[in-house]
Nanobody
C-alpha cells in the first residue's frame, strides 16, 4: 500500500516561515510529478506548487515568490518551503504524487492526509 505522509505544519506569526515535508512509502517503481495543494476552511482545494520528474516547477500566482517546492528522489520526498507567511495562507496543506508501477504496468495518484498551517498574530 503506497502512502504519502506530510509533516511540518504549525502555528506561526505573520512573516514567519515553515518547511513542509511529504514522504512516500510502500511499493512502487517510480514517482512522476509531485505537488502541494491547500484547502482553507470553507474554500475549495487549490494547487500551490508543482514539480515534474525532471524538476520543472510551477507555482500558483498567489505564491508570488514566497514558496519553493523541491524534491529528493533518493528519499521519495517532496518539500515546500513557505516564507513570508500571511494569515490568508492558513489552510490544510496536502501533498500529492503520481506513481508508476511494473507488473502490471500502471500509474496511479495518491494524496496525503494533510498538515495544518495556521498564520496568526
Amino acid at each position: 500500500q503506497v502512502q504519502l505522509v506530510e509533516s511540518g505544519g504549525d502555528f506561526v506569526q505573520p512573516g514567519g516561515s515553515l518547511r513542509l515535508s511529504c514522504a512516500a512509502s510502500g511499493s512502487f517503481f517510480s514517482i512522476q510529478d509531485m505537488a502541494w495543494y491547500r484547502q482553507a476552511q470553507g474554500k475549495e482545494r487549490e494547487r500551490v506548487a508543482f514539480i515534474s520528474r525532471r524538476g520543472v516547477r510551477d507555482y500558483a500566482e498567489f505564491v508570488k515568490g514566497r514558496f519553493t517546492i523541491s524534491r529528493d528522489d533518493a528519499k521519495n520526498a517532496v518539500y515546500l518551503q513557505l516564507n513570508s507567511l500571511q494569515p490568508e495562507d492558513t489552510a490544510v496543506y496536502y501533498c500529492t504524487a503520481g506513481f508508476s508501477q511494473r507488473s502490471p504496468v500502471t500509474t496511479f495518484r495518491k494524496w496525503g492526509q494533510g498538515t495544518q498551517v495556521t498564520v496568526a498574530s
